[in-house]
């Protein structure tokens, strides 16, 4: 059964502890850089574990040092707490690999 796709005010509760996402057609985006390609590809793959354990899989650029991650809910057709919670993983990978 697919999760129920977020109300505009729960979205926007959400977004205000998710600095620097944005929502485009119902699509959370992040764009983040890293000092290497080799950093940038550690980001990626920290994101794959957490998107395997949920199994929720974002879409998901790499050029060169910059990684820009997009997160829908097909199945509910928008954004959901899986959304929300996978954006939320990847500001913490990103600033566990930042230091």
Known sequence: MPLQKLALEELDAHLQKLPGW???NDTLN???GF???AKAIEFVNLIARSAEA???HPDIDVRFNKVVVSLTTH???GLTTLDTDLAASADDAADALQG
């Open 35 to 37: 000092p290497s390609f």
């Open 30 to 32: 992040k764009a983040f």
């Open 75 to 77: 199945d509910s057709g």
């Open 22 to 24: 944005q929502v485009e």
């Open 54 to 56: 949920v199994n929720h």
